[in-house]
Structure formats: structure tokens, C-alpha cells
């Protein structure tokens, strides 16, 4: 195989494994979501789309001397698809996570996200990169 077959084959295997862990989670959802638990999704969504916009933009600028130092599942140099493909597969995965988490533990997951993905967007922000979706 060459390495853009086993990039094809790791892609493959990676959304297989999301939509089966879809189809269970949804199929034990919690009873107990409340309101609050949807706003600080949504919280953590914004957040996470802020840090995947920023981190987008650094993939077009390593001429400049930028990497991507504080994620350490996408390594120094990502290219744009892996961007797409981790916050594709993060961001509903954070959710499907909290979904199924005890409810007093779901507000600690939460906020966890969106203070780390706070700081990530502030933090690509600082170093001059833009939103690129």
C-alpha cells in the first residue's frame, strides 16, 4: 500500500468506527439531558469551531515558521483534510461522549472542552492566524 492508500484505509476505518459508536450511543442516550447540558454543548461547539478554523489556517502557512504544537493526535504538521477529519470526528464525538456520561460528571467533560479549546483559539489567535473554514 502506498501512503495515500493507507491514509484512505486509516479514514475509512476511523469513520467506520465513529458511525458505529453513533449508532450505539444514540441508542442509549441519557434521559436526564437537560438545558443546561445543551447550552454548554453548544458552548463547546463554538469553541471547538474557533480552534478548528484557526488550526485550518495554520495548515497554508508552515512556509511561515507556524505548527501545531498543543494537539498531540494531529502531530506537528497536519495536513487541511486531517483538520477537517479530527473536528468532523471530534466535535460530534465530544457530544456523544457527554451524551452518555452520568450527569453529574457532564458539566466537568463539558467546560473541560471549552475551556481547552478557549485556550486553543486564543492561542492560535495570539500567534496571528485567521478563521478558515
Known sequence: MTPSTDNHVRDAILATVFLLGLIAALSAAAADWSEADTKRQIYFTVAALGDYGTTKNLTRRYDEGYYESWNKFLGDNPSPRQVDL???LWIPGHYL????????????WQWGGVIAHTL???HNRQLGLKFEF
Open 97 to 108: 461522549i457527554a451524551r452518555r456520561l452520568d450527569a453529574d460528571w457532564r458539566p466537568v
Open 86 to 88: 479530527y473536528f468532523a
Open 120 to 122: 486553543a483559539t486564543i
